[in-house]
């Protein structure tokens, strides 16, 4: 582009050749727009953290002439500028943007004397934009060019904030930020009102979560140290319970009469069955397989008799073990009718499933006690 082009903005001569270095040195920021990019999504999947978006872009001309009129003088060159190329992060938690701020202080030269945390900014009493920037350069160790010097040189932005932050300062950018008139005060309050609400729930999800994951893990101490009574019987905690496999030395022992092969199934399904059966805890679970094997075992023994089945699925144990524990509290048919209902759903083959799985039991002896 020519320089008449960049005289249509009337700077002044020193900010006019700014401009012009701008335009010249176009295809180095792109470049490093793509490396810097690059490297933060590549670290960022790599150390796990799970986010958002990342956002990239450089500054628009028309931007950055405005910002060399209302500042004219401040800067002597391009390399002054700290923000033509700029990087936002957006994160779901609080905590991840610490995560996120700990990665590109690895990654990145940071000139801290420039770089702001706007969370710490607020007095007790206000509320707003909350955000971390951070200013960057490329390090040599982690990437470099012979052929693009200043890729080294260039500072450049990341921005780091969650998505309600994000949220909010886009909505307060387009409601009153860098106006040219002043705001009324009862709007003023009523953003600020909202401010501290979004800050409010940005802290609940991140507790919430915090929260969540300690229940994870005391759930996964205590399945695995057998301590069954003391875990509440729910998807999180069932799913722990099937990781050691409760149910295999059932399969396998019904599995020997044909010398069978095991179909593996998901055994999760039976969380409803076992709900409907009023079972609270993981104890409940574990103590009817206990007081049951030996019954479900015949009951399936009595089943295979006379097949040649060379595969069972392996949903096969878990069933003889509901079939004996429902008969074991006298529902009889009904019942065996209705922990099938609740394993999958209305049918009508439930009904002659259940006749089937009753006549098998009566050979049993439990049954005739």
Known sequence: MEQMDIAKYGLPPKETLILQEYRDKHATFEKLLDIVKNILTKNITSNHI??????????????????????????????????????RIITFYNDEVDKVAALVGHLFEIDWENSIDKRKMHD??????????YICRLPKKLYEDPAYPELNE?????????ALQHAWS???HDTGYKTTFEIPREYLRNMNRLAGMLELVDEQFCAIRTGIIK????????????????????????????????????????????QAEILEASHMKFLSVFSYFGFKTL????????????????????????????IINSSLGVISLCTVYTLK???????????????????????TRAENLYRAAQTLPFMKK
Do not use: W
């Open 50 to 87: 799970y986010i958002n978006a990342i956002e990239a872009r450089i500054k628009a001309e028309d931007s950055l002439a405005s910002k060399l009129d209302r500042k004219a003088g401040k800067y002597n060159e391009l390399l002054d500028l700290t923000d033509i190329l700029g990087l």
């Open 170 to 172: 886009v909505l307060n």
């Open 154 to 162: 260039i500072r450049f932005e990341v921005q780091m904030r969650t």
């Open 283 to 310: 104890g409940d679970v574990d103590r009817m397989l206990t007081n049951n094997s030996d019954d479900a075992y015949q009951l399936a023994a009595f089943q295979l008799a006379g097949t040649d089945l060379d």
């Open 329 to 351: 509290q006298g529902t009889g048919i009904d019942g065996i009718e209705r922990f099938l209902e609740a394993l999958n759903g209305k049918s009508k083959n439930n009904r």
């Open 124 to 133: 007790i009493h206000s509320f707003g934009y909350n955000s971390l920037h």
């Open 215 to 258: 229940y994870r893990r005391q759930v996964e101490s205590l399945v695995h140290s057998g301590e069954f009574d003391e875990v509440a019987l729910d998807s999180e905690s069932f799913g722990k319970y099937l990781e050691l496999k409760p149910f295999d030395a059932l399969n396998k022992r019904i599995a020997s009469i044909n």
